[in-house]
C-alpha cells in the first residue's frame, strides 16, 4: 500500500498520484523517490510534504535525508515505549508529517528561515518542531514538518475528524 493524501483530501494510490503529476513509477517528488529508505516500504504520506520537501532541496542545493515519514499505530506505540517525548496521536500515523536529518544547531536554523518562507509563498500552514529534539540528552538535530493545521479545524478539508487535539489546527513551532 503506497497511497497519497491529495490538497484535496482524498486518498489515492501512488501510481494515481504519479500519473497527475507526470512522474516516473518511484517518483514522489523532484529529488525524492520510492527508493529511499524511509519511503521504500508502504505508506501513506501528504503532497504537500513533497512539495515543501522539493522546494527545500532546491533551496540548499544537497540532498534532504528522511529520518522518519509514516508509521503504523504499532511503530509508534513502539516509539513511545522508548521516548517519553512520542505522542499518542502523531502526525506520522495520519501520513501528515516528515521528520529530516540536519547536521547541526546551525544546519537547522537555516532550514527552519527556508521552511518559513516556503509555507508563507505556498500560502501553507505548517508546524515546525525542532526544539525539543535539541535539549535531549544526547541532543538530536533533525526537524519535524507538518501539515495538520492544513487538514484539520474550521473549513479544513477534515474539518470533523474526530477527536483532534487544537494543537493540530494551527501553525505552531516548539
Not at 71 to 94: C, D, F, I
Request: charged share 25%.
Amino acid at each position: 500500500m503506497k497511497k497519497i493524501i491529495t490538497a484535496a483530501g482524498e486518498i489515492i494510490s501512488l501510481a494515481d498520484w504519479q500519473k497527475r503529476k507526470g512522474y516516473s513509477s518511484i517518483q514522489l517528488g523532484e529529488y525524492f523517490s520510492t527508493t529511499e529508505n524511509k519511503l521504500s516500504g508502504d505508506f501513506i504520506l501528504h503532497e504537500y510534504l513533497f512539495t515543501i520537501l522539493d522546494l527545500l532541496r532546491e533551496y540548499v542545493k544537497k540532498p534532504i535525508h528522511i529520518n522518519s515519514a509514516y508509521r503504523t499505530e504499532l511503530e509508534q506505540k513502539e516509539l513511545q515505549k522508548n521516548n517519553k517525548g512520542a505522542v499518542t496521536n502523531s502526525p506520522h500515523v495520519w501520513g501528515l508529517a516528515i521528520d529530516i536529518d540536519t547536521i547541526s544547531n546551525r544546519e537547522t536554523a537555516r532550514y527552519l528561515v527556508i521552511l518559513r518562507k516556503i509555507a508563507k509563498d505556498l500560502n501553507l500552514q505548517i508546524r515546525l518542531g525542532w526544539k525539543q529534539y535539541q535539549n535531549m540528552t544526547p541532543a538530536k538535530t533533525f526537524i519535524h514538518i507538518d501539515v495538520t493545521p492544513e487538514m484539520f479545524g474550521e473549513g479544513k478539508v477534515w474539518e470533523f475528524f474526530p477527536n483532534i487535539p487544537n494543537v493540530y489546527k494551527q501553525s505552531i513551532e516548539w
